[in-house]
């Protein structure tokens, strides 16, 4: 539903339906529609279309890439999209094209990303937890490929708002923190870091499908949901996980538990997710409104 002031209604336009080289002719057939024309990086954002009937073919165009949509009602999609937490403030243009009546179709709408401030976080750490042999480099390189392979493959949205936080007490730090390990510059923490007891129970924050349930070096007990869409969750440092690869998966079914599996100095859960443009904060995630 396109409730409350803060949805936008921009620019629709109908493309020719000549050549590859389509050029908006009129302002007619199609609209689209953001849940935040001002993003900051790291937040993500719902996208809206609407058109005068079925649109074929329906893709959402971000980042120089392209995303399915859900129908939602007759004539009415949504999508999600995100401002990855490594992206530059400024402005940037999401698009939905498809085909209406028989005609390409274009509409765009235009966010302004504006900045925002990371923490940074100098840590001293043994030797032996901060620097690793040529093996485990190996290892941590082969995992990450891996990782991103299931990330790469997008299967039809099964997501839904509101997303259900992943632990009862949900209480997030830590999200985008600029790490500095033994004065050494690492990867942004792309996650929130959740600090409960071992054993309390991790849950699914949408429907969808196990992408991956495993042992990771950094992550150890390890599960990942594809939500569809190009949704995905990540649940790490697990104590045990009780799900298994491709098993399908109701919103709020249990996961796993809380560990300190991997590199984790005590107990807690490292909870990321990721949409189409990149890794947004899981609080905004949570955060966005059900319809
Ligand atoms: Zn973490």
Not at 3 to 27: D, F, H, I, M
Not at 28 to 47: H, R, W
């Amino acid at each position: 539903m396109m409730t409350g002031g803060w949805w936008v209604l921009l620019v629709a336009c109908l493309l020719c339906a000549v050549g590859l080289s389509a050029r908006p002719v009129s302002a007619a057939g199609m609209s689209i529609a953001v849940s935040n024309t001002a993003p900051a990086i790291g937040d993500p954002v719902l996208v809206e279309v609407g058109a005068n009937g079925a649109v074929d073919n329906l893709v959402l165009r971000w980042k120089r890439a392209a995303w399915p949509m859900r129908e939602i009602a007759p004539g009415r999609y949504e999508g999600l999209i995100g401002v990855d937490l490594d992206d530059p403030a400024g402005p940037a243009v999401v698009a939905a094209e498809g085909i209406l009546d028989g005609a390409r179709v274009r509409a765009e709408a235009e966010v302004t990303v504006s900045p925002r401030k990371f923490a940074v976080q100098e840590l001293t750490l043994p030797k032996g937890m901060a620097e690793f042999d040529n093996a485990t480099l190996v290892r941590i390189g082969a995992e990450a490929a891996e990782l991103s392979r299931r990330f790469s493959r997008v299967t039809p949205p099964r997501w839904r708002t509101p997303f259900l936080p992943p632990v009862e007490e949900y209480r997030p730090a830590n999200f985008g923190a600029r790490r500095v390990i033994n004065g050494d510059p690492r990867m942004p923490h792309a996650a929130v870091d959740i600090r409960l007891p071992a054993g309390t129970p991790v849950r699914a924050i949408a429907d969808g499908r196990v992408a991956f349930a495993g042992e990771q070096f950094f992550g150890g007990r390890s599960v990942v949901i594809d939500h569809g869409g190009g949704v995905f969750s990540v649940y790490y440092h697990l104590k045990e996980f009780s799900v298994a690869e491709g098993q399908e998966i109701s919103r709020g079914d249990r996961v796993g538990s809380v560990g300190a599996t991997g590199r984790a100095t005590g107990p807690h859960l490292h909870f990321g997710v990721r949409v189409p443009g990149g890794r947004v904060d899981p609080t905004r995630l949570l955060a966005l409104p059900g319809r």
